[in-house]
């Protein structure tokens, strides 16, 4: 028996990223490194504590799941779990889902003004200008004295608030599931879009995919936005119904910038591609520099809470 088999009376945590190079894991855990490679570094039947896999391709990280029956922890590196609720029903009972809400609120808010502003200023065109040798002068539009409707305003969505406050917008509308006061002012509710709509000149997507967001930007939506508006979206890509905003993009009524696509990733030859004035990004809104010391700061913190019994942040869901 390898000593990555050997039995242990301590707790195993299945880590995606090399516990040698996280500083400030809590003793009292025992840690294996997985990131989804074919082999497993131990039997998946004694981790209890597993954090999924970050950047891998269709279901790797559910593929242990079923074989883990000592789970009573699974924290993903997400601040969307819509790809692992469906597992829940067959974890063991007691078995906690934490996602990383906070972790990718700068890297996200920072793409989401960064998409704001090219598609507003015109980058993409800029750069075909520079690859054909072409001088391209004229007015753009500026962020500046524009109104924004931020749906979804979680942790993410105050932190785009955040960025977008020193370009002098005129104003920022917030919209949530429910009415509520934040720091910066009301919240409203989701059911007030269809009045809301028609005011914003630039409509950001930041809300979870549930099945209550699944398609909630339709034709019916789109057809409130104001000629000319632009649609952010850094959510999920199944928030947006893709054929409805074909349809508007080609037309040439609406604009988009998208880091999230339904389907995803993006077929060639999707005419999602070649739709006019439409900016793509890979989904690319956490995967930058400020991932991995926030990530290590997550996994820590959460371990260390484990180790203790204390409360868990972030607890989604529990399993029945």
């Known amino acids: 028996m390898s000593a990555a088999e050997r039995p242990s009376a301590r707790p195993l945590?299945?880590?995606?990223?090399?516990?040698e190079e996280i500083d400030g894991l809590p003793g009292g855990l025992e840690y294996a490194y997985w990131n989804g490679e074919e082999e497993y570094p131990t039997d998946p039947a004694r981790c209890a504590f597993y954090v999924t896999p970050y950047?891998?391709?269709?279901?790797?990280?559910?593929?242990p799941l079923a074989a883990m029956t000592g789970l009573r922890v699974v924290q993903t590196l997400t601040a969307g779990v819509d790809s692992i609720l469906p597992a829940v029903p067959l974890l063991p009972p007691g078995t906690r889902l934490c996602n990383a809400r906070g972790l990718h609120d700068t890297s996200t808010a920072e793409l989401a003004l960064a998409l704001v502003l090219a598609a507003l200023r015109d980058l993409?065109?800029?750069?075909?200008?520079?690859?054909?040798?072409?001088?391209?002068?004229?007015?753009?539009?500026?962020?500046?004295d524009k109104s924004v409707l931020i749906l979804g305003y979680g942790s993410i969505g105050r932190a785009i608030e955040d960025r977008l406050v020193p370009f002098e917008v005129a104003r920022v509308v917030r919209v949530a599931r429910s009415a509520r006061e934040s720091e910066r002012g009301p919240v409203q509710p989701i059911d007030?879009?269809?009045?809301?709509?028609?005011?914003?000149?630039?409509?950001?997507?930041?809300?979870?995919?549930?099945?209550?967001?699944?398609?909630?930007v339709d034709a019916a939506f789109l057809a409130r936005m104001q000629d000319g508006a632009l649609l952010v979206n850094v959510a999920r890509g199944a928030v947006v119904d893709t054929g409805a905003l074909l349809a508007e993009l080609e037309s040439g009524r609406l604009r988009a910038a998208l880091d999230v696509t339904d389907p995803e990733p993006l077929p060639s030859g999707h005419p999602l591609w070649t739709a006019p004035h439409v900016l793509i990004t890979p989904h690319v809104g956490g995967p930058s520099s400020a991932f991995l010391p926030r990530a290590k700061r997550l996994v820590c913190d959460q371990l260390a809470r484990f180790a203790l019994d204390a409360p868990l942040q972030n607890v989604v869901v529990t399993a029945p």
């Open 13 to 19: 945590a299945w880590l995606p990223l090399r516990p």
């Open 124 to 144: 993409p065109g800029f750069v075909r200008a520079q690859d054909a040798g072409e001088w391209r002068q004229g007015f753009r539009p500026a962020l500046a």
């Open 55 to 63: 950047v891998t391709s269709g279901d790797v990280g559910l593929r």
């Open 192 to 216: 007030a879009l269809p009045e809301l709509l028609p005011g914003a000149d630039v409509v950001i997507l930041a809300t979870p995919l549930t099945e209550a967001t699944r398609g909630l």
